[in-house]
């Protein structure tokens, strides 16, 4: 029930960009993006509601295809402030249990 | 305003012993989640209540317990303590449909020895 995210780890120069997948086995009703730098707690980046949806600020955008119970953490021209491990979280309807992917660590070097 | 304050920051407890973890949520947010989270397990839900009910449940066991009260504090108790519920303990809360994400607290540090 827990998503599955690809890749585990990515280690980036500054100024490069990264694709972080988030892939489900149950139906995504919404799905959120969160990044937790290291000793801290998770932040929120984002939330999708629907299928085909996309959003962005700054340079992290993602997007939702909900045929394929997918969704996508792009990040441009990474900085290093990016560093950090990235969750997505699906559900729910509301009141459905709400669960966290398995998290992708990013690393961006200078 | 006024983050999500977890309380105590770090505990050592000794096997067999119980816990009581605290979270303060948002001003006005009536939904608050546990997650455990360590280094191998990520972050895994243990209970979400709302207006003082308890809406979903992980699967964890029986010695995991919650409650919230009117004021959407929250507690969260493990009783008989074990090595491996050593780990991190976050909650967060959020109004009523999530739609603004979910905040965070800088979560509970356990140990136990």
């Known amino acids: 029930q827990q998503p599955v995210q690809s890749p585990q780890a990515v280690i980036l120069r500054e100024g490069e960009d990264a694709v972080i997948n988030c892939s489900s086995s149950?139906?995504?009703?919404?799905v959120h993006w969160y990044r937790q730098k290291h000793g801290e707690a998770p932040v929120f980046l984002m939330i999708l509601l629907k299928g085909g949806e996309q959003k962005g600020h700054d340079k992290i955008s993602a997007s939702f295809n909900e045929k394929k119970q997918q969704s996508s953490l792009y990040l441009t021209a990474s900085q290093l402030s990016y560093s950090g491990t990235y969750f997505c979280?699906?559900?729910?309807?509301?009141?459905?249990?709400?669960?966290f992917g398995t998290g992708t660590s990013l690393t961006v070097i200078p | 305003k006024a983050g999500v304050t977890q309380t105590p920051r770090y505990l050592i407890k000794t096997r067999g012993q119980q816990v009581t973890l605290s979270c303060s949520p948002i001003?006005?947010?009536?939904?608050v989640s546990w997650y455990q989270q360590t280094p191998g397990q990520g972050l895994q839900f243990l209970f979400e209540?709302?207006?003082?009910?308890?809406?979903n449940k992980g699967n964890f066991p029986g010695r995991f317990s919650g409650r919230q009260f009117s004021n959407s504090r929250s507690e969260m108790n493990v009783s008989t303590l074990e090595l491996g519920d050593s780990a991190l303990y976050l909650c967060?809360?959020?109004?009523?449909?999530?739609?603004?994400?979910?905040?965070f607290g800088s979560g509970t540090r356990l140990t136990v020895v």
């Open positions: 149950k139906a995504l009703y919404s």
């Open positions: 979280g699906t559900g729910p309807n509301t009141g459905n249990q709400f669960y």
């Open positions: 001003s006005g947010h009536r939904s």
């Open positions: 209540y709302f207006s003082e009910t308890q809406r």
């Open positions: 967060a809360s959020s109004g009523i449909d999530s739609l603004y994400g979910y905040t």
